[in-house]
Every structure is written in structure tokens, then in C-alpha cells.
Nanobody, 122 residues
Framework: QVQLVESGGGLVQAGGSLRLSCAAS????????MGWFRQAPGKEREFVGA????????YYADSVRGRFTISRDNAKNTVYLQMNSLKPEDTAVYYC???????????????WGQGTQVTVSS
């Protein structure tokens, strides 16, 4: 069993920055690939980005590429989502997930956090 807890969400103006954290409870955190997803009101869950167990070669959805950065600190059992140049359309609940490998599909992740709200005002 792996427990994931997101934090760092809040209200920010367009053009601003926000850093989300996802803390994992398991000592085997470094064995998992980590993904970030988001869900806006009335929308389906959307892939944001993911990172391998080693932290190399993170990849991103086209909508956030160049603005968002994923990193991880296995010693801290934590993965981060740095969000810059935020836009109102980035407003959503953001979720982190853990799975055996990097995937665009949420169904391939085994564990999910509870989500944290990000609201971007114009």
C-alpha cells in the first residue's frame, strides 16, 4: 500500500507560479514512476506530466510543455510539479499518481492522491 498526499495548491494570478508537492508514505517510493493529472469542472481527467523512477527524461502534455517542470527527490519521498506562467485554463484539481512505469493513461497507475485545488485568476 502506497499513500500519496498532494499539497501546495491555492489561488494565483495569471502569469504567476505555484509549486505542488506529492509526498509518498512508502519506503519504496523510488521504485515508482510518478504522474501528474488534473481535472477541471465538467472536464475529464487530463494527463499533465510524468517522471521515471530515476528522475530522468520527464515528459509533458503539450498544453503545459515549457511552463511546467516535474522533479523528484527520492530521499524525501516527494515529487514536485513546478508551474510557471500560469493561465486561467490551468485551473483544476491536480492529482499525483504512482505506477510501475510512465504512462499517459491514468488507468495504468496503481495509487492516487486526494488532489489539491489550483485556481488561476485573470
Amino acid at each position: 500500500q502506497v499513500q500519496l498526499v498532494e499539497s501546495g495548491g491555492g489561488l494565483v494570478q495569471a502569469g504567476g507560479s505555484l509549486r505542488l508537492s506529492c509526498a509518498a508514505s512508502g519506503r519504496t517510493f523510488g521504485s515508482y514512476a510518478m504522474g501528474w493529472f488534473r481535472q477541471a469542472p465538467g472536464k475529464e481527467r487530463e494527463f499533465v506530466g510524468a517522471i521515471t523512477w530515476s528522475g530522468s527524461s520527464p515528459y509533458y502534455a503539450d498544453s503545459v510543455r515549457g511552463r511546467f517542470t516535474i522533479s523528484r527527490d527520492n530521499a524525501k519521498n516527494t515529487v514536485y510539479l513546478q508551474m510557471n506562467s500560469l493561465k486561467p485554463e490551468d485551473t483544476a484539481v491536480y492529482y499525483c499518481a504512482a505506477g510501475p512505469g510512465v504512462s499517459y493513461y491514468g488507468g495504468q497507475y496503481d495509487y492516487w492522491g486526494q488532489g489539491t485545488q489550483v485556481t488561476v485568476s485573470s
